[in-house]
């Protein structure tokens, strides 16, 4: 009993200070918003900024993130044309469409006549009905080759050539190599821009708790004076710079998510006219949380930083 009475006498201590340093916490957490609240216009101002310096990297992502989605559905840009000898026939062809389907890297084969390809040819040039005033039709058997996502076309395109039957292939890859080269510089931009505006967003919050600290110059130096630790002055400027980079990236978050709607009817018309299907895509949950998050850490940071220069300047030791 003794024993067990000591060791509750040893773990209450613990136990109280856990519950003090709580206590502490959750005021300056809940005291800090109050002094925003105090302060609104100033204090509207400062989140709207970090918000505008926020939105655009995101928005940037967002966009990338919805061109990417696109290019995925562009199924006919790249397929495979590969024109067969002339001496090759119907059947040759058939039977050299249905072999070629069955490899893994390609989705189908359309095998397409000469007569349909000529057809094809008169309706784009638009010459009226070609094949009734020629003869003997130049053109060969010509396969369009769909490839599955993700084959590597290069390597595709070598491997039909190769096939005897086939006497040529075009294939246009340069749109494909810059579209995925635009992309990735935008993707370096992207994280480029979100870097720097991350800085922006700790310069921003250190220089409005400056302010705040400028306001409260007397008060801090009294406390400092009768024995206040430095933790203690530091916390609720800790606090109020969560505070704004939290409400600055909620704010982002919800521009970003009010240009989605307002671009969704005149998206949804665009698609329309090409027969397609597009809804543009909101930031996805692990965004959000980097987003607002990450805005709020970089608040706390700005705030440490200038609060601490400040603590040195009241005692040098």
Do not use: C
């Given at each position: 009993m003794s024993s067990a009475r000591r060791g509750g006498q040893e773990?209450?201590?613990?136990?109280?200070?856990?519950?003090?340093?709580?206590?502490?916490?959750?005021?300056?957490?809940?005291?800090?918003?109050?002094?925003?609240?105090?302060?609104?216009?100033?204090?509207?101002?400062?989140?709207?900024?970090?918000?505008?310096?926020?939105?655009?990297?995101?928005?940037?992502?967002?966009?990338?993130?919805?061109?990417?989605?696109?290019?995925?559905?562009?199924?006919?840009?790249?397929?495979?044309?590969?024109?067969?000898?002339?001496?090759?026939g119907e059947s040759?062809?058939?039977?050299?469409?249905?072999?070629?389907?069955?490899?893994?890297?390609?989705?189908?084969?359309?095998?397409?006549?000469?007569?349909?390809?000529?057809?094809?040819?008169?309706?784009?040039?638009?010459?009226?009905?070609?094949?009734?005033?020629?003869?003997?039709?130049?053109?060969?058997?010509?396969?369009?080759?769909?490839?599955?996502?993700?084959?590597?076309?290069?390597?595709l395109v070598h491997r039909v050539e190769r096939e005897s039957e086939i006497e040529m292939t075009v294939v246009d890859l340069q749109w494909l190599e810059r579209l995925d080269a635009i992309l990735e510089v935008i993707n370096q931009l992207i994280v480029l821009l979100a870097l720097l505006f991350a800085i922006g967003v700790a310069f921003i919050t250190a220089n409005t708790i400056r302010m705040d600290i400028q306001n409260r110059r007397e008060e801090i130096e009294v406390m400092a004076l009768v024995g206040a630790t430095a933790g203690f002055v530091r916390r609720p400027f800790l606090y109020s710079g969560l505070w704004y980079g939290l409400l600055g990236g909620a704010l982002a978050w919800l521009l970003i998510r009010t240009g989605l709607i307002v671009l969704s009817a005149p998206i949804a018309r665009l698609s329309g006219s090409y027969q397609t299907e597009f809804q543009l895509h909101a930031p996805g949950p692990e965004v959000t949380a980097i987003l607002i998050l990450g805005s709020g850490l970089f608040g706390i940071i700005g705030s440490w930083l200038v609060v601490s220069q400040h603590l040195r300047r009241i005692n040098p030791g």
């Open positions: 773990q209450l201590p613990g136990a109280a200070g856990l519950r003090a340093w709580a206590r502490r916490h959750a005021f300056s957490f809940l005291s800090s918003l109050g002094s925003l609240t105090r302060q609104p216009i100033a204090s509207s101002m400062t989140v709207i900024v970090l918000a505008v310096a926020l939105t655009l990297p995101t928005a940037l992502y967002v966009t990338l993130d919805n061109v990417e989605r696109i290019s995925q559905n562009w199924e006919r840009l790249d397929t495979i044309s590969a024109f067969l000898s002339e001496d090759v040759e062809a058939m039977r050299l469409a249905s072999r070629l389907s069955n490899w893994s890297e390609i989705a189908s084969v359309d095998p397409i006549s000469p007569k349909t390809g000529l057809a094809e040819l008169s309706g784009q040039l638009d010459l009226g009905d070609l094949g009734d005033r020629i003869e003997d039709n130049p053109l060969p058997w010509v396969l369009e080759i769909y490839p599955t996502s993700g084959a590597d076309m290069a390597v």
